[in-house]
């Protein structure tokens, strides 16, 4: 048996004259050697380029570039492969060994596929259009052992170049570095990747400037920076969906920080047991940002000030989220300071089980005049003031929320809403805000 020296096929050279799979002349087979996790040994077919032609097609087609064993199982995958694809090229390790290679080899439109491993590579697309992807990026445990270890020496992988929504990363773990750069105007889609135990003074998990990639379906723990320990989100617009964020540590926006001018959609995220040193335990906002955040679950995150959400001189929709477990100094659920626009919506949240030590469990406000609209403030706790709500010096408008089981331990501490003198709550006149069992009371203003 020998290999073909154009297209890789194995055959019989005593059967057949030329090579039953391409046409051309074979030569000797060469040994083909992958290191990836112990003990795995390869037996990988490999399809050599130039065959585009031969299909007949004369068009750039898709091309599989694949690192590991997992590629082509046997002979009979491999010849579907080729009609399906229109003449695709397979190339084996021992032409990329790595990565980067690779990547650097590929065109736009090409598709890297790699096997179950260990590599030790800071990764860069270099504003190539491909797709990055592992053998199975449905598969946790094909993922889960995948990985890109970027060996605490920067970004793990890096979109710096103005790469497309046509460049891909699916199904890795990202890990031991500064997790993922996306910038110069970049737009990659990010899916079904775990990005564990990075770190960075900025944007630990993913770091993201002047950029709108969207964020899909990954799992983001365990990561520690100083500015968005999870995420941080800068003059950006990306998506980020359906993803869990979860342990991350920072300063400021342990989970994610939104800032300056950024407007993101935050949408069906997990954001959970985050822990910041000042503010923002799950999300931090500000720098006049104008977010919107639509069905997220905010849990158990803790803070300084803002245990669920900090928001700062900034206008974010913040809509049909549950905010809940959360716990801070001030505002255990929300915190929000110096935003006076009545842009600020919060609006259809459920607000519930969080714990202020000062002041405002549910929400504390602080210079802002938001618009509060069909929240469910539930059984949140103050060990002061304002279980509810804690409003100084600020003007919200508040319109058919409910109060219920809310309780400040302070004498006239307002069970669901302790104002200061200086404020105003806008209520529709009669109050179409309902209150229940609020302890000590339901509103309480301020002696002056």
Known sequence: MIDCKSCGMNYDENEYGLCPYCGEQAVGSSEKVQETLPDQEKETPALKPDQQEKNGSGKNTLKFIIIGAAAVAVVGVAISAIFALGGSDVTVPDQYPTIQEAIDAA????????????????????????????????????????????????????????????????????????????????????????IEDNSAEVGAGIAIFDSSPTILENTIIGNSGFWGGGL?????????????????????????????????????????????????????????????????????????????????????????????????????????????????????????DNLAVMAGAGLYMEGSSPTLEDNYFINNLSERLGGGLAVYNSAPVLLSNVFESNEAEADDGGGAIWASGDSELELEDPDNNVYTNNIPDDISFEEQ
């Open 232 to 352: 941080h989100i800068e003059e950006s617009s990306p998506l980020v969906e359906g993803n869990i964020i979860r342990r991350n540590r920072a300063e400021y926006g342990s989970g994610i920080v939104i800032y300056s001018n950024a407007a993101p959609i935050l949408l069906n995220n997990t954001i959970s047991e985050n822990t910041a040193g000042q503010l923002g335990g799950g999300v931090a906002i500000a720098g006049n940002s104008t977010p919107a955040l639509d069905g997220n679950t905010i849990i158990d995150n803790s803070a300084e000030r803002g245990g669920g959400l900090y928001i700062e001189d900034s206008e974010p929709v913040v809509e049909n989220n549950i905010i809940s477990g959360n716990r801070a100094g001030n505002g255990g659920g929300l915190f929000l300071v110096n935003s006076l626009s009545t842009a600020l919506i919060i609006i259809g949240n459920e607000i519930a």
């Open 107 to 194: 065109e736009d439109g090409d598709e890297i596929v790699v096997d179950v491993g260990v590599y030790r590579e800071n990764l860069d697309f270099k504003g190539k259009n491909i797709i990055l992807r592992s053998t199975d990026p449905d598969d946790p445990g094909v993922v889960d052992s995948t990985i890109i270890d970027g060996g605490g020496s920067g970004a793990v992988v890096s979109f710096r170049s103005g790469e497309s929504e046509e460049a891909v990363l699916s199904g890795f773990t990202i890990t031991r570095g500064g997790g993922l750069l996306i910038s110069g105007g970049s737009s990659p889609l990010i899916k079904k990747n775990n």
